[in-house]
Nanobody, 116 residues
Framework: QVQLVVSGGGLVQAGGSLILSCTASVSIFSFNAMAWYRQAPGKEREFIADITSGGRTNYADSVKGRFTISRDNAKNTVYLQMSSLKPEDTAVYYC??????????WGQGTQVTVSS
């Protein structure tokens, strides 16, 4: 069974940095792409960034230049490095893996809170 375990959330001041990790129970080459999403209270879940099995990355405009998605294939882990954090980045962050068959797997969320 595929599991994605997320870690690294917490409380940070505006302008600070955090790194989130998402470790898969299977090789991340099993996924066509790995992605990060977030959901703020009262809002829909939104796409933040993804990285393909080939290493191509894509970012939402709201985080471009501040967040970086990367992968460590040997550790089956995808990272989201977040810098210049803003209070509006406060949300529950989720990791997702999309299989080549189109199935989406989700990790548990982790809370990121940015204080002003």
């Amino acid at each position: 069974q595929v599991q994605l375990v997320v870690s690294g959330g917490g409380l940070v001041q505006a302008g600070g940095s955090l790194i989130l990790s998402c470790t898969a129970s299977v090789s991340i080459f099993s996924f066509n792409a790995m992605a990060w999403y977030r959901q703020a209270p009262g809002k829909e879940r939104e796409f933040i960034a993804d990285i393909t099995s080939g290493g191509r990355t894509n970012y939402a405009d709201s985080v471009k230049g501040r967040f970086t998605i990367s992968r460590d294939n040997a550790k089956n882990t995808v990272y989201l490095q977040m810098s210049s954090l803003k209070p509006e980045d406060t949300a529950v962050y989720y990791c997702s893996g999309k299989s080549f068959g189109g199935v989406n797997y989700w990790g548990q969320g982790t809370q990121v809170t940015v204080s002003s």
